[in-house]
């Protein structure tokens, strides 16, 4: 079993920046961040593992970066440029081989709050 533990998130103002950051209690490979906004379906924000192959929605490229540091085992999220559409609560995620639609690890989520 692997345990993720999110910290980071919070309220900022539009065109602001938050960090997130995610740390898995052992080695896996593939790591990313899911959301949520209220009334919606969960969806993939962006993904990585641990050969460095990143990807990210559409919404949030050339905005959000994704990194990782492997000895810690853990990932980051840069989210800059931050728009009212990005609230939802975040969730990191975790898979042995690659992201899917369905991960088999999640951590416990972290409130992301963009206001105008």
């Known amino acids: 079993q692997v345990q993720l533990v999110e910290s980071g998130g919070g309220l900022v103002q539009v065109g602001g920046s938050l960090r997130l950051s995610c740390a898995a209690s052992s080695r896996i490979n593939a790591m990313g961040w899911f959301r949520q906004a209220p009334g919606t379906q969960r969806e993939l924000v962006a993904g990585?593992?641990?050969?460095?192959?990143?990807t990210y929605a559409s919404s949030v490229k050339g905005r959000f970066t994704l990194s990782r540091n492997n000895a810690r085992n853990t990932i980051y999220l840069q989210m800059n440029s931050l728009k009212p559409e990005d609230t939802a609560v975040y969730y990191c995620a975790a898979d042995r081989v690659a992201i899917s639609a369905t991960p088999e690890f999640w951590g416990q989520g972290t409130q992301v709050t963009v206001s105008s």
């Open positions: 990585t593992t641990r050969v460095g192959i990143i």
